[in-house]
């Protein structure tokens, strides 16, 4: 009984993501049916928020200053009460900018999502860009995500992440999620956005309230809300950051964006009602990817354990065979994802890390 019921979990666990991928693998050969301007050169408010940046909130000035046109670009940076003179740098450098640079200092550390409202009631652009510090476009980034923006079906821009320093795995992953964004945004939308990149246009943007402040992952869920109400959010191919990977903490850091994707995910599902319908199953997938499924591999395993310790040859073999294809690097990707889910989930109970601490990066940055 144990048994058949771990294995049919299991079955579920690994069946459900491979049809979802073989799907989305079709997806991805499809045009994006948008009608993109690379000469569209509407003002574009870029906003940084940053806690202790001092490393890299020069660079990153720099990396945003060059990305577009500067009589129609404007800066802000939203600085949390850093302790490590980060609001001092950007100030200094907005002196011999050449660029429109606001530099907010806040009071108190109040988390990311207040201050990108705080500095969205300041940027007058019709498009508002989100730049996470700690992050680099590529030269063309910014671009190219607008040009897609002139697409009246457009809301909202994010990108693919290359990333910079951390462990192998990093890496497998990544590639592998980068195709399953775009595979969704071609067939209408993501729920998944990256602060790295993150361009709305201003209008969309405020018809659903800014960012949300009550959950982590701020950017995903406005630009879903967005979808919801009809317009395309999308994470396009073309649009590249190169992201740093924390060398100390990668644990820490990645639960902590795993939590903040379960919020996201669990203030979504009521409203999936109300979604688009190409966009109705994509959002179902990712919330019971991320909400459900991760349990049924814990379920599954538990389940096999007693019938092996019971006896049962078969189970024992089957956990065997599971624990051997850890050698098999995408798999064992995938498991440990799971792990950070569960652990993810376990965590939100205790705190929804909405003002987190911050993970030591020393990756190398390049463009
Ligand atoms: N103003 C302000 N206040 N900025 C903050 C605060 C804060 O309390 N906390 C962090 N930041 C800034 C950081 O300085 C950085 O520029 C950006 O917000 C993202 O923070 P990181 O510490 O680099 O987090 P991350 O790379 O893991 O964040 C990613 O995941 C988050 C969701 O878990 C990004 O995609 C974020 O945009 C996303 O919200
Ligand atoms: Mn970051």
Redesign the pocket.
Known sequence: MFFELGLALAALHFGVPLGYYAVAKRWLRRDWGIREDGGYRPKVSVI??????AEHIAQRLENVAQSYPRDKLEVVV???ASTDGTAEIAEKWAEKAGVDVKVVR?ER???????LNRALGLATGEVVV?A????LWAPDALRRAVAKLADPSVGAVSCVKRPIGGPGIEEGYRGFYNALRVAESKAWSTPIF???L?AFKREALEAVGGFPTDI????SHAATLIALRGLRAIVADDVLCM?TVPEEGYHA?RI??A???IQHFAKAVPLLRKAPRPFRAVLAAEAYLHLVNPWLLLTAVALLLASAFMGNILATAFLGTGALMLLYKPYRTWIVAQIYLVAASVRNLRTKEI??N??IKRGRRRC
């Open positions: 940084i928020p940053t806690y202790n940046e939203v600085d949390g806040e550390r109040e988390g990311k999502a207040k201050s989100i996470d510090a700690d992050a990256h602060g790295e993150a982590g992952a701020d950017d992201e850091w902590r964006r939590q903040h994707l003002v987190w911050k993970q």
